[in-house]
């Protein structure tokens, strides 16, 4: 017998920015940083983190039943998850990737309509093609996107510390390297090699900061540059994580055609993003990024791992190859 079909997924998919959106709110409001400190009851919660009677049992609760939090008589705590990677004071946050999505994100998807049939991009100051001007104009938007690029390359940076094989190399940069996540982890992982973080000079202050927070000054340089109008540096290594999905495809080209002509004989480069799957239904995450592009970015796409091997190889690599990362992730090596 056929199986019995449900309205279940259609009206739990429609409805599911309910919870995305509860979960963001507990984000902004610091309410998983609150809880890390220890945990607390509701009348306590709901006074330090300011919410108004008639909403905070609701909201906790709503927590509690999305495995976000956990009550024991009446007291909350966080979840081991929500401890690990939702308390601000612990490295391992990745609450900056919704705290973006939170202030900027949700509101652009809003427009998604618009962005589908217009096929314009609808953040920040709309009428520019030039995203990152408009994104980094504001000092605290520009702290909060690298903050939100840390947490979305964490689990990628680390999977290419190990999985590639860094003691065949002494150097590496990382091109649009935002605050630094992966030349960080790269580089203690790999005591031997020395790094580069390369990007806009607005980027500048805020990867000093973070590299050497982490002790790594020494080894790990920011190299100020645009990757539209300058050569790129030099490396062993060259890796580019999530930055071609920003661009058009000519861009993709040229940015791939720099990499080959700054790479030594034998060099390799790493691209790696939410790569969709070859055949373009299995990828969930890399298809919507992909319309997350069209709504930040002019032209800007995701591809699968098959396209982004033909371009290398139109580039000159030689070898190629794809390697799964974590979740979604994927890197294409290329050897020159
Ligand atoms: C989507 S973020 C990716 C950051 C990081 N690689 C990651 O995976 O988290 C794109 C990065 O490219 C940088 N970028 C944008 N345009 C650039 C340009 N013309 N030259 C150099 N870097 C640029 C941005 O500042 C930003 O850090």
Redesign the pocket.
């Known amino acids: 017998m056929s199986e019995e079909i449900s309205p279940q997924k259609i009206l739990e998919t429609g409805m599911s920015f309910w919870t995305a959106r509860t979960l963001l709110s507990a984000v902004e409001l610091g309410l998983f940083t609150e809880l890390a400190k220890g945990p607390a009851d509701l009348e306590t919660l709901r006074q330090k983190l300011g919410l108004h009677e008639r909403s905070a049992r609701d909201f906790l609760d709503a927590l509690v039943a999305m495995k976000l939090l956990e009550r024991e008589k009446g007291v909350y705590a966080n979840t081991p998850e929500t401890d690990l990677f939702l308390d601000r004071a612990k490295p391992s946050y990745v609450g900056g990737m919704l705290e973006m999505a939170s202030a900027r994100l949700y509101a652009h998807w809003g427009h998604l309509t618009e962005a589908l049939r217009t096929g314009r991009r609808q953040g920040e100051n709309k009428e520019s093609d030039d995203?990152?001007a408009a994104?980094?104009a504001d000092e605290k938007r520009l702290e909060g996107?690298?903050a939100?690029?840390?947490g979305?390359?964490a689990g990628?940076?680390r999977a290419i510390a190990e999985k590639f094989p860094w003691s065949q190399h002494e150097s590496f940069v990382?091109?649009?390297?935002?605050?630094g996540?992966?030349p960080a982890t790269v580089a203690r992982a790999h005591p031997h090699l020395s790094g580069a973080g390369?990007?806009?000079p607005?980027?500048k202050p805020i990867f000093e900061r973070y590299i050497a927070r982490q002790e790594l000054s020494e080894r790990v340089r920011f190299l100020c540059?645009?990757?539209?109008?300058?050569k790129l540096p030099s490396a062993d290594v060259i890796?580019?994580?999530?930055?071609l999905?920003?661009w058009d495809l000519m861009q993709k080209r040229m940015l791939l055609a720099k990499a080959y002509e700054s790479l030594p004989k034998g060099g390799a480069l790493i691209v790696?993003e939410s790569m969709i799957d070859d055949e373009r239904r299995e990828n969930v995450h890399g298809l919507l990024m992909s319309l997350n592009m069209l709504i930040e970015t002019p032209g800007g796409f995701d591809y699968t791992g098959a396209e982004c091997m033909e371009w290398m190889r139109e580039a000159g690599f030689s070898s190629v190859r794809i390697e799964p990362l974590v979740g979604p992730t994927s890197m294409a090596v290329a050897v020159k």
């Open positions: 995203v990152f994104l980094y996107f690298l939100a690029m840390s979305g390359s990628p940076a990382d091109i649009g390297a935002a605050q996540m992966l390369f990007d806009l607005a980027v540059g645009d990757f539209f109008t300058d890796v580019m994580g999530r930055i999905h920003d790696y």
